[in-house]
């Protein structure tokens, strides 16, 4: 049962690169999440997407993007990372419920 | 402005006593609340919810209290054990969408 699988687990930037996270999900769910979870913090929505080809942004979107061709997958970009994205990356998925099943995170540290 | 609010950052418990987790909302909209336990270097998962219809809902040694007056929920373990040792997240919606609200989190350690 793989359910909702990141990569990478871990990286390291430099200011101004960019880089692309990535989720998949293997439980053919609607609706997939992206969180990030600062140090002390709760996590917070970045953007969601309520099906394939529908994306919308959560909370905190600035300084990133996302994509949804396929129901499995939803990648989000980064396009000129700053050190305020360091952060640990959620991917989550759900069908229609409350109840979200989510990824291990991919910790980012922008230096 | 923060409308899950875990005020206490952490908890220590002795083993086979009661953990009580606290969490308190100012959004009155909210009506379904879940609680979701984080191990390090893994994802949070999914271990108990209440809808606002309901005051109590209860799964093993888990059960999650709300109090819709107060704008309050906690959760209890009991007994606790050293593998309830992990950050709690409590988390919040409305109906009207599916866009969860958390908490920054508790820190149960349970001591052996």
């Known amino acids: 049962n793989a359910g909702v699988t990141q990569t990478p687990k871990f990286r390291i930037l430099k200011i101004g690169q960019s880089m692309t996270l990535q989720c998949a999900q293997d439980?053919?769910?609607?609706?997939m999440y992206w969180y990030r979870q600062d140090p002390g913090m709760g996590l917070k929505l970045i953007y969601y997407s309520v099906g394939a080809g529908i994306t919308d942004k959560g909370e905190v979107p600035n300084g990133y993007n996302v994509s949804r061709s396929t129901t499995e997958d939803f990648p989000l970009r980064l396009e000129l990372a700053a050190p305020s994205q360091t952060s640990v990356y959620f991917c989550a998925s759900s069908q229609d419920s409350p109840v979200l099943h989510f990824g291990n995170g991919t910790r980012l540290t922008v230096t | 402005d923060q409308q899950v609010k875990q005020n206490s950052p952490s908890l220590s418990v002795q083993e086979g006593r009661i953990s009580i987790l606290n969490c308190d909302y100012t959004?009155?909209?909210?009506?379904?609340f879940l609680w979701y336990k984080k191990y390090p270097a893994e994802g949070p998962t999914f271990l108990i919810s209440i809808s606002s219809i309901k005051d109590k809902n209860e799964d093993g040694r888990f059960t999650v209290f709300l109090n819709k007056s107060a704008k309050h929920l906690s959760l209890h373990i009991v007994p606790s054990q050293p593998g309830d040792s992990a950050v709690y997240f409590c988390a919040a919606l409305t109906g009207a969408n599916s866009k969860l609200t958390f908490g920054k989190g508790i820190t149960l350690s349970v001591r052996p």
């Open positions: 439980m053919n769910h609607n609706y």
């Open positions: 959004n009155s909209m909210f009506d379904y």
